[in-house]
């Protein structure tokens, strides 16, 4: 199978991001508009499509009804995850890692899954939708995966390097990217089991507001909560990969 124009697609998203961040740089509240990166792999796609030609399906996108269980586990993995951060934390006299009152949690949710999955949907509609989708036609689901991830994470690297601020920037950096590659791992496979990018999208969503926030109040550098973090979501993902291995054998190299 001819992957020409994918690469042509990620070849020109890194240039526009990059472009983009070199013109975010130089604001005044430069994270104020981090969001709209999520826009570009989309709009590079879109314009791609019309110049070649070619017509845009949506079951290029997967955008469709999900199996009942890859969906639930979407929505309850990253408030366990947060719950138990935020647990961490609040034993150990770190501080406050999501919410300061128990109600609060509740508005949580409620951004998470509405405005924040709505937005992830726009950024998985290309990474595990299109991308997802011609990379499986001829390649096993941990090597598809694995490009993925590492282009996924490549692609959010300028995020620890220019507005995270770590004081530590080689265990932030380090620890950031292994979250994604954990993450990004987790997204293609529900992906994969689901059949559909809509448990992919919740996780993503949800993830955003329950787990990469930097914390209501941590008495602690940002690179020690970053690596806090990518420990325990470390220990998660092994501990569910060994689950998949044994449990899932229809998902390991097909």
């Known amino acids: 199978m001819n992957f020409k124009d994918l690469k042509w697609l990620t070849i020109w998203i890194f240039i526009i ?55 639930l586990l979407s929505i309850v993995l990253p408030i366990v995850l947060g719950l138990f951060v935020h647990t961490y934390f609040f034993l150990t006299n770190q501080g406050t890692f999501l919410f300061a009152e128990p109600k609060e949690l509740l508005i949580l949710l ?12 726009i950024e998985e509609i290309i990474w595990r939708g299109y991308y997802h989708n011609r990379l499986r036609k001829i390649y096993s689901f941990h090597k598809t995966a694995f490009i993925i991830t590492l282009i996924w994470s490549l692609w959010h690297f300028p995020i620890a390097l220019l507005y995270k601020g770590y004081t530590n920037l080689i265990i932030g950096i380090i620890s950031y990217l292994v979250i994604l590659f954990f993450t990004s791992y987790l997204l293609s496979y529900l992906r994969e089991w689901s059949g559909s990018i809509i ?47 044994y449990f899932k054998p229809g998902i390991r190299g097909h």
Request: proline letters at 4%; glycine letters at 4%.
């Open 17 to 71: 991001t990059s472009m983009y961040h070199f013109f975010l740089a130089r604001t005044e509240e430069p994270r104020a508009y981090l969001g709209l990166l999520m826009i570009i792999p989309l709009l590079i796609f879109l314009i791609q499509q019309i110049v070649i030609g070619k017509k845009i399906e949506m079951q290029q996108f997967a955008i469709k009804k999900p199996k009942i269980a890859p969906l």
């Open 110 to 121: 409620v951004l998470g899954l509405t405005i924040t999955t709505l937005s992830a949907l």
């Open 199 to 245: 448990p992919a999208t919740f996780f993503h969503g949800l993830m955003n507001v329950f787990y990469f926030t930097d914390g209501v109040q941590i008495h602690l550098s940002l690179h020690t909560i970053e690596l806090t973090k990518c420990i325990i979501l470390s220990l998660f993902f092994i501990v569910i990969y060994i689950k998949i291995q």
